[in-house]
């Protein structure tokens, strides 16, 4: 993405802050709804079966607003992944714990789309096909389930695609199905690790758009990983800036720009002062 325009100084919005006007972000969650996901004192070691272990996760409390659109930021290998996952119930917190919906009897578990940086599309699958996999693999209702899958392939612009193979595709519009794909179980909740990282810059911008478009159309909660910070500060509501391996939360940092954003919204003096206080952020941490 461009290098954002530096902009002056203003006070910083914090994650805690009180969210914006309904009509600012009319598809947020409702004021005074439970959050969909709170990350209590979570942290994370991995233990190898030779007695090796590796700190992951400090410690890491943070909370996601149903609807909200969530950006975690980090240097390689401080554990973003491993968050993401444990925040979908894909992988269990060594300490901590996390609640959905505010209930915190039992282990509920979300109903969940998962995206990554490669599109898993399977290549023996049309594109409608493989949009339908999770419908067929939940066993959810299949004339619906289609119904549903025609209408995500217009929502991602694959329209007159569904009978092509992955291999016929373009690598974005391979991520396109992917999402697509991720949309239609209806997912409460869309977890996205990397998912345009093996794009080139252009067809990343354009895919941020689309995402924007996406989700500002499904409503969906949605925590995205990504090293790019322009297109974090670009897509969230808030940004989770986390510091090096044992991963701490650096800063939570709401940003307070009106939707829909265009991609000239990056050359706008508050979306420079996000992005270099994120950046400053991060290469504090590497010169200690
Ligand atoms: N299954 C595993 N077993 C042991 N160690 C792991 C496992 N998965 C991740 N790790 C380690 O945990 C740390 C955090 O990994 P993670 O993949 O969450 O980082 P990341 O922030 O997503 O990195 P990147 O930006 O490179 O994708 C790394 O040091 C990694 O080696
Ligand atoms: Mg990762």
């Not at 499904?218 to 808030?238: M, P, Q």
Request: charged share 25%; net charge neutral; with cysteine.
């Amino acid at each position: 993405m461009g290098e954002p325009a530096q902009g002056q100084a203003f006070d910083m919005p914090r994650g805690d802050a009180k969210r914006p006007a309904a009509e600012v972000l009319p598809y947020a969650a409702a004021a005074g709804a439970p959050p969909l996901i709170q990350v209590q004192d979570i942290a994370k070691r991995y233990e190898s079966r030779s007695g090796d272990s590796i700190d992951a996760i400090e410690k890491i409390s943070l909370d996601v607003p149903r609807g909200g659109f969530i950006s975690l930021v980090g240097p390689s290998g401080c554990g973003k992944s491993t968050l993401l996952k444990m925040m979908g119930r894909l992988l269990p917190p060594s300490s901590g714990r996390i609640v959905y919906r505010g209930i915190r009897q039992g282990e509920i578990k979300p109903r969940l789309g998962v995206v990554f940086q490669e599109s898993l599309l399977l290549p023996w699958r049309t594109i409608l096909d493989n949009i339908l996999l999770p419908i067929e693999v939940m066993r959810l209702d299949a004339a619906a389930g289609l119904d549903r899958a025609r209408k995500l392939l217009a929502t991602v612009g694959l329209e007159g695609f569904e009978k092509k193979y992955p291999f016929e595709l373009s690598g974005g519009m391979q991520q396109r199905a992917a999402i697509a794909r991720a949309l239609a179980p209806e997912p409460e909740l869309l977890l996205m690790d990397e998912p345009f990282g093996a794009l080139d810059a252009l067809t990343r911008e354009q895919m941020a758009e689309e995402l924007q478009t996406i989700w500002m159309r499904t409503g969906k909660t949605i925590v995205f990983v990504t090293h790019s910070i322009s297109e974090a500060v670009y897509l969230s509501d808030r940004v989770v800036v986390l510091s090096g391996r044992p991963s701490r939360l650096l800063d939570d940092i709401e940003i307070d720009l009106p939707r829909p954003r265009s991609l000239d919204m990056m050359t706008d003096p508050r979306f420079g002062t996000y992005a270099t206080h994120i950046r400053r952020l991060l290469s504090a941490k590497r010169e200690m």
